[in-house]
């Protein structure tokens, strides 16, 4: 049975603490069940909360198909940006796409580089449902996120949240360091499986995860990292990531008060399990829309091109379909920030023909230029950016019009003139966007 166990508070090296940091005491440390491998019953509501969102979610995965291909990196930016703010890490994804290209850049925006890897490393390696997940595979996942860190479990008490640096005043403390070991095996069990409703599944392990706490930081963006591990597994999602954290990041609190219901006595699961179901159908519509906007923005994108190169009486108006321009148009989705050097290296052509074409992308207003200090670091895709954030922004109300219902956290809506003439003024969720 779960239970909450006596330990003592009395830090040795006590320097740098405040007062009330420095104070003795006993806390109560959280030791949560095991879960072995078989899923929990629920009440009716809970039920048909998670079949639900899996029928939504096969849906949506249905919908985006074969342009899950290069939306995949555009929607893990999405729920790795937004599982880094619910740390309280900002940073918007044009920011991030700079980042990630050049491997240098503000602190927050390579945190979130890391989480990036980090996802696509727990569905690229962990969702071989032919292979059992191991305590070292959760390690390895941690570490790419937190690579900073010594490598491994926690071997001391750790806790969340309260003010100040003592487990006196937290505002949970997770199991002892000395059980950490044993529950993580057990974690690592469960999330092997693939049997029952895949959503329940992945919604237990996150929070199991979260409850055992196991490493000394970066617990949260692991925890939903391997949301992605159990859907994929269960193949609910063959062509597509959904990314469920956009929409807790739109709702800290009630994500907290989730999982605090969860540790309680007795367990509010079923709360936890319909925040998450309702969670993850609210993802996959903005995934869809999001989808959807990209395919159109291509489509306008191409035609602005061409338009460009009548004006201009180039010939032929419309490239060859293997020209270095139009090898760069087809994949600004998953490739939104280039240096000549970026598309040299990916499309195999010489540095000189990857300039060319940037710079006559850029002269048809289709690429911006990011400077540094007056100097060109590298060419932007500014709307196909833009809609990341903007998909971020309704994630964070709940889905659905941004315009009159504003996320009180989240990145800004891009400038109007990014889609003035790419989507239509009654677009369901850009119209904040496009100042209407």
């Known amino acids: ?170 505002a949970f403390v997770p199991p002892p360091e000395s059980e950490v070991v044993r529950l993580v095996a057990d974690l690592a069990r469960f999330t092997t499986e693939t049997s029952g409703n895949p959503v329940l599944r992945a919604a237990i392990v996150h929070a199991q995860f979260e409850t055992i706490h196991p490493f ?87 035609e602005e091109f061409v338009r460009f190169r009548r004006a201009r009486g180039l010939s032929p108006a419309i490239p060859r379909r293997d020209a270095v321009v139009l090898r760069i148009l087809d994949t600004l989705a998953s490739d939104p920030v280039l240096t000549a050097e970026s598309v040299s290296a990916r499309l195999q052509v010489s540095p000189a023909a990857a300039h060319r074409a940037l710079t006559e992308l850029a002269e048809a207003g289709i690429l911006g230029r990011a400077k540094e200090k007056g100097r060109l670091i590298c060419w932007t895709a500014d709307r196909h950016l833009a809609l990341v954030a903007l998909t971020e922004r309704s994630n964070r109300v709940g889905g659905g019009d941004t315009r009159d219902r504003k996320p009180r956290l989240g990145p800004a809506a891009p400038h109007r003139s990014a889609f003035s003439s790419t989507l239509r003024p009654d677009h369901p969720i850009r119209r904040d966007a496009m100042g209407l």
């Open 1 to 170: 049975m779960a239970e909450y166990v006596e330990r003592l508070w009395h830090p040795e090296d006590a320097g740098g603490l405040s007062r009330k940091d420095r104070e003795p005491g006993r806390y109560l440390a959280y030791v949560p069940d095991e879960l072995g491998d078989r899923l929990p019953t629920l009440g009716v509501e809970a039920q048909g909360a998670v079949e639900d969102a899996l029928a939504v979610l096969a849906r949506a995965d249905e919908r985006i198909g074969s342009r899950g291909r290069y939306l995949n990196h555009l929607l893990i930016r999405s729920e790795s940006i937004s599982s880094s703010w619910i740390e309280g890490n900002r940073v918007s994804p044009k920011r991030l796409a700079i980042a990630e290209l050049l491997h240098e850049g503000p602190r927050e925006a390579l945190d979130v580089v890391a989480n990036v890897r980090a996802t696509e490393a727990a569905i690229a390696e962990l969702a071989d449902r032919g292979r059992a997940i191991t305590v070292e595979d959760i390690v390895d996942l941690q570490h790419v996120i937190e690579p900073r860190l010594t490598r491994g479990l926690r071997e001391e008490q750790n806790w969340v949240g309260g003010p100040g640096w003592s487990p006196l005043r937290a």
């Open 216 to 302: 000394i930081d970066g617990n949260g963006r692991t925890g939903r990292a391997l949301i992605h591990t159990v859907l994929r597994r269960a193949d609910a999602l063959r062509n597509t990531l959904i990314p469920i954290s956009t929409v807790f990041a739109g709702d800290t609190d009630s994500y907290i008060a989730g999982l605090n219901g969860y540790r309680a006595d007795p367990p509010r699961l079923d709360e936890w399990v319909i925040g998450f179901a309702q969670a993850a159908e609210r993802s996959a519509g903005n995934a869809v829309q999001l989808s959807e906007d990209i395919a159109a923005l291509d489509a306008q994108v191409g």
